[in-house]
C-alpha cells in the first residue's frame, strides 16, 4: 500500500513540475506582439509640477491579441474614466466611458508602431524613431526609444518585452511635460476575460478616424 501510494504522488509532482516546466519555457508564438502570455501593469501620469493626472490599469492576454487600458484621468478641472480596447489587427479602437454607459468604435491609424518587438532599422526611419540603448524600469530591462514632433516634443518610451512600461514627454511648453511611473506589474498571470468587452446595456456608437 505504501509503495502504491508513493508511485501516486511521485506522478502527481512530475506532473505539477512538468506544468511547472511549460509555465516556465513558455515560448511566444511567431509574430507576437508581447513577449509574455499576459500582464497586468498599473501605472500613474504626472506633470511637470509632479502633480498626479493619471491612473492607468492596463490588460495584456495572448501575448498582445488582447489588451484593454482602463484610465482615470483628471487634468485641467475636467474627469475622465475610459476604457480602450484595442484590436491591432484589425485597426480598430473601443473606447468605452462608464459615465455615459457608450462604447464608440474607432477606425484607428496612428504614427506609434505599438509593436516594438520587431522593429527593423526601416521600421525605425518610417516612425521617425531612434533606439537609444537600454534602461532598468522596475527590474525590467526596457529599450529606449525617442521620437521628435515638429522640433517641440519629444517622447521617450521605454519598452520592456514590447510592452510600453513607461513614456516620458517633453515639450517647449514646461507645464505640458508629463511622465509616467509604474506602479507594480503582474505577469502570465489569469486576465478576467470581460476585460475585453462591452459591459451590457452599453449604446454602441462608430466614428471614423482617431489618433
Keep these: 500500500m505504501k509503495t502504491t501510494l508513493t508511485l501516486i504522488a511521485s506522478a502527481l509532482l512530475l506532473?505539477?513540475?512538468?506544468?511547472?516546466?511549460?509555465?516556465?519555457?513558455?515560448?511566444?508564438?511567431?509574430?507576437?506582439?508581447?513577449?509574455?502570455?499576459?500582464?497586468?501593469?498599473?501605472?500613474?501620469?504626472?506633470?511637470?509640477?509632479?502633480?498626479?493626472?493619471?491612473?492607468?490599469?492596463?490588460?495584456?492576454?495572448?501575448?498582445?491579441?488582447?489588451?484593454?487600458i482602463e484610465a482615470r484621468m483628471d487634468e485641467y478641472g475636467i474627469s475622465e474614466h475610459t476604457i480602450t480596447i484595442r484590436y491591432p489587427e484589425r485597426d480598430l479602437l473601443l473606447i468605452v466611458e462608464p459615465e455615459e454607459r457608450t462604447a464608440t468604435w474607432i477606425e484607428w491609424k496612428s504614427d506609434t508602431p505599438y509593436d516594438y518587438r520587431h522593429l527593423t532599422p526601416k521600421k525605425l526611419r518610417n516612425y521617425g524613431l531612434i533606439e537609444e540603448g537600454s534602461e532598468d524600469v522596475q527590474g525590467k530591462t526596457c529599450r529606449v526609444f525617442k521620437q521628435t514632433y515638429n522640433d517641440q516634443t519629444v517622447v521617450t518610451i521605454y519598452a520592456?518585452?514590447?510592452?510600453?512600461?513607461?513614456?516620458?514627454?517633453?515639450?517647449?511648453k514646461a507645464e505640458l511635460n508629463t511622465s509616467e511611473n509604474i506602479e507594480s506589474i503582474e505577469v502570465n498571470v489569469p486576465i478576467p476575460q470581460e476585460k475585453f468587452e462591452v459591459p451590457k446595456g452599453y449604446k454602441i456608437l462608430h466614428r471614423r478616424g482617431g489618433e
Design 15 to 68: 506532473i505539477g513540475n512538468g506544468s511547472a516546466l511549460r509555465a516556465q519555457t513558455d515560448v511566444p508564438p511567431e509574430g507576437a506582439r508581447y513577449g509574455v502570455r499576459s500582464a497586468i501593469i498599473k501605472k500613474t501620469a504626472s506633470n511637470e509640477m509632479g502633480k498626479g493626472i493619471g491612473e492607468f490599469t492596463i490588460y495584456i492576454d495572448d501575448y498582445g491579441a488582447k489588451e484593454a
Design 160 to 172: 520592456w518585452e514590447g510592452i510600453e512600461l513607461k513614456k516620458d514627454i517633453k515639450t517647449k
